[in-house]
Every structure is written in C-alpha cells, then in structure tokens.
C-alpha cells in the first residue's frame, strides 16, 4: 500500500521569510486489532451497575517528532461476554482531531460517559487522518519542517492499522474511573528520515496502550486523574459563579472546570475577572462526573486575540529593522485567526514570563531566567499576540511569551548534590531539538553544550518511573528548561520511564513510496521559492 503525502517547508535561517502551510483535506478508512485475555471472573464479585468513566488522552514519546496528530472517530469497549460499549464515536465524516505529543508522559480528558460495570478484554480504535512532523537542519543549513500524513486520496492512501494493547483484562466498577489511551510513539511511525530528497518511503500505525486510572486524592499526578498544563479558552460561564466551560486547542473538545477556595489565580485577582473568550492555562482534578477541580487558573494574557504553544524554532536578528524574531512551532492555537503550522514572531517588545505552574523557583540553586536574551530554540512557549499579520516586515508582534513545561528524553550519566536538588546530566539523542538546531546559522543565542540537560530533582518531583534513577537509565522528565549562561537547566516537576529505540528505520523496513506529495518552501533574502514532488 501507499503513502498519502509529504507536507515539508524549509526555511533559510539567514533570513526569514513568509511560510505559508495550508491545509490539506485528507481522508482514511481504519480499523483495528485489540488483544487482551478474558480473566477468571468466577473469583471476581459480581458487577452491576454502571459506572461513570472519563477517557485520557497520554503519550509515550521520545523526541523525534515535535507533533503527532490523529483524527479519533470511534473508541470501544468488548466485555469477555463479548458485548461492546461505545466510549466515542463522531458523526459520519467528523473526526476528534488530537496532538499527542503536547501529553507526553501527562493526560488530558477527552470524553466521560456512563459504562456498564464488566470485565472488558479488547478495545477498539477507529480513525480517520494521521500525520507525524519531524524538524531537522536541510544540507544547506536551511530549517525544514516535514510532516508525513495519511488521507489526501481516499483511492490510494494505505490502510491505517491501529493497534491497542490491554495488559490485563480492565474491570470496570466503581461508582467512577478513568482509562488512559496511551499513544505508543515509536511503534505508531516508521521513516527514513526527516529530510531526504525524493519521495521518502514511511508508515503510520498508531499504537495505543489502554490502561485503568483510578482517582485519587493523593499528590498530584496523571496516575491519580489530575491534569496538568491544560491550555484553553473560555466558552461559557456558570450562573454559579464557580464554574466555566473550557474549549481545548485541537476540538471539538470542552471540559467543565469548577472552582473552589483553595484554587489559585495567576495573572488576575480571581475568579470574577474571567470573562469569555479569556485564554487560561491550568491545573486540576478530575471529579467522579468528569469535570475538573482547578487547583491552580493563571491567565497569561488577558488581552490576547491568539494564543500559540510549541517549541522554539529559531531565534534570530532582522538586519532591516533590527527586530528579534522567533520562529514557533504551531503545536496548539486558539483565537481568531488561523495560525500555520510554524510561525514568525517580532518578540523585541515581548513580555516575557515564566509559567507559574512549579512554586520551587525560588529555591533552585541557579537563576531561572527567561528573556529575549536567552531564548532559545528547543524551549516550549506560549505566545499571545493583540493582533495577526502575515509573515512581513515587521512579523506578527508578540504581546507575551512564556516559558511552558515540555518533557524531554534522554539517558543519566551522572549525579551530584546541590542544596536540596540532585543534580542529574542528562544525555539527550542528536534529534533532540536542542542539539539539533543549536547548530543553525543566524542564532542571537547559543548553547555551550546543546546535547546535555542537567535536571534538578527534589523532594516535590513526581517519580513515577520504574526504572532506577541512575547512570545508564533512559527516563522522561517534565520540567521547565531554562538557558543559563549557555546551559541547559531543568527545574523537574515528574520523571516516567524512559522511550528506547526509534521511529528512524533501515531500508529493508516493509515501507512504501507510491503516492506522494512533498510541499517545500525555501527562503532567501528577497525570495521564496515552492517545489512540489507528487508520484
């Protein structure tokens, strides 16, 4: 079978110039193979009832690809009786369009419903678009951005395959629960690279692993049900005055978030000043009903329009009007304009603040500095603008750039004690943003030693990981990473598990090179140029 399509831009890092990325309607038809085996359920009470179950969304992922995104359009259940329950399902020709690497090692809440309480064995994950973006430098020293996707033609796009895996069989009781449906980066994407000339062979697999949360009250994590930098708008406001509606970034998708005493504002005086249409980023619990508890609301910038998170790009001068402009990838957007998928920002006017997720700052035995001084590319923002322009001078000015958490993957060499943090060197793999793009022509910032993150860890980390946190070890760890003087600095909030191998496949792989389209752009001082391969 065959590849839909290739959508790549390339950018000249001496000069930037507009990238333009439009969307291209795509289509697939999938199915899927579920495993599990049916338990002994004479030993099991009976069940009866149902139960009120709330659907995460979570990845596992190493550092490869700066976006996955899958149109979701049916999630079920099969019982060892062989019945099945509808967790989601769309409207004919509709997806639920969802990015999994923005949840890496975290989850998010996608859907709650009413469950009749069983023992279930297999699930089953329908889909219809797919695609996976990798970042890399061209020959030339150029920036390319390539996103590899199913669906453009409904006559020769390949079936997509997706795979869900239960350990066990997954018992549903209770009067509520959760199941994440965890997304297996490295088994759902195979490539050859990220930038080849000619039509690169590659496939798309999704693999999902579908696991029990149980709620909890106990320290905050995804294991208990709690969410974590959850980025949205304001849809709608109770007539309680304690509780809105959230719209998220990649929707249809809004959740119900309640507000109690102990909840804390960032960026305004309390719940009285939200307002609709307000962008909010956010921490809470999941309730029985699938709402969120916030324990934490800060409104980075109350007078935005759009609101961009992703990862930094290039940092760069503009030798015409002397502005610094940052390129962002467009992981998550919300507002009234379209944003692309990368966009330039004038960030010279900027103000720049760090996200007030983590209440250790203070404590941390380094500066943990962000500015326009010391931005650079690898690092996850948020960026709101007042107003929308296409990529000319000047670019789009950027009213607020913050410093968001993101998790990186990477193998221990090593530890000290510093005050009351473990100091851990962290190794990351060459594809890794940091190591990656440190070495782009044009940057105002740089980096003495791109490959290496030195990760703080104290007694409030989440260690969530089963793997030994020592040298040799590959772990993921989420935190906010700052440039200091040249090095890269982690304040970690939560380390999981590490991601072995990757998604980079040899040549006698079982991937195809039929049908084809590859969009690149290149940019030079005072032109842009667009090749389009199609096979």
């Avoid at 607020?400 to 100091?423: C, E, H, K, R, Y």
Wanted: one cysteine or more; proline letters at 6%.
């Amino acid at each position: 079978m065959i590849p839909a399509f290739v959508l790549r831009t390339s950018q000249n890092s001496s000069r930037f110039s507009s990238v333009l990325l439009s969307v291209v309607a795509l289509f697939a038809i999938s199915f899927t193979t579920a495993c599990g085996s049916s338990g002994n359920a004479a030993k099991r009470p009976p069940l009866s009832g149902n139960t009120q179950v709330t659907v995460f969304l979570s990845s596992t992922a190493n550092d490869e690809f700066v976006e996955f995104n899958i149109g979701l359009t049916g999630i079920s259940l099969t019982s060892q009786s062989g019945k099945t329950v509808t967790l989601l399902t769309t409207p004919k020709g509709t997806q639920q369009w969802v990015e999994f690497i923005h949840v890496n090692g975290e989850i998010e809440p996608l859907a709650t419903l009413s469950v009749p309480q069983d023992v279930y064995t297999a699930a089953n994950v329908t889909i219809g678009q797919s695609a996976f973006t990798c970042v890399t430098l061209t020959p030339a020293g150029g920036l390319d951005t390539s996103s590899f996707a199913y669906g453009t033609n409904p006559n020769n796009a390949p079936p997509t395959t997706v795979t869900v895996n239960l350990a066990s069989p997954i018992t549903i009781t209770g009067d509520s629960m959760g199941l994440s449906l965890d997304l297996q980066v490295v088994k759902s994407a195979s490539y050859t690279g990220c930038y080849v000339t000619g039509i690169e062979p590659y496939s798309i697999t999704p693999t999902f692993n579908l696991t029990p949360v149980p709620f909890s009250s106990q320290p905050t994590g995804p294991q208990n049900g709690k969410a974590a930098q959850l980025d949205g708008q304001i849809t709608a406001i109770g007539g309680n005055g304690t509780s809105f509606t959230l719209a998220l970034p990649d929707g249809p998708r809004t959740v119900t978030i309640s507000t109690s005493n102990s909840t804390t504002y960032q960026g305004i005086s309390g719940f009285s000043a939200l307002a609709l249409g307000t962008f909010v980023d956010m921490d809470g619990a999941t309730q029985t009903d699938g709402s969120l508890l916030a324990s934490r609301i800060a409104v980075l910038d109350a007078a935005a329009v759009d609101v961009q998170s992703g990862p930094v790009l290039l940092i760069g001068g503009d030798p015409l009007n002397g502005e610094t402009s940052a390129w962002v990838i467009n992981r998550l957007s919300q507002g009234q304009d379209q944003i692309p998928v990368e966009w330039p920002y004038n960030i010279s006017a900027a103000a720049f603040q760090v996200s007030g997720q983590f209440s250790n700052l203070p404590s941390l035995p380094f500066v943990p500095a962000f500015n326009a001084s010391n931005v650079v590319a690898g690092q996850n923002v948020y960026v709101s603008t007042l107003k929308f322009q296409v990529p000319t001078d000047p670019y789009t000015p950027a009213s607020t750039a913050t410093l968001m958490p993101q998790t990186i993957n990477g193998t221990v060499l090593g530890s000290a004690q510093n005050g009351n943090f473990t100091d851990y060197a962290v190794s990351l793999a060459s594809y890794d943003l940091f190591p990656a793009l440190a070495v782009q022509q044009g940057q105002t910032t740089l980096l003495t030693n791109p490959g290496q993150v030195e990760v703080y860890v104290d007694s409030s980390t989440q260690l969530l990981n089963t793997q030994a946190l020592a040298p040799g070890s590959t772990l993921r760890f989420y935190g906010l990473v700052f440039n200091d003087n040249g090095t890269l600095r982690m304040d970690c909030a939560q380390v999981n598990d590490g991601v072995t191998g990757t998604s980079l496949a040899g040549s006698g792989t079982n991937m195809s090179t039929g049908q084809a389209r590859i969009l690149r752009k290149s940019s030079g001082p005072m032109q842009q140029t667009t090749t389009i391969i199609t096979r």
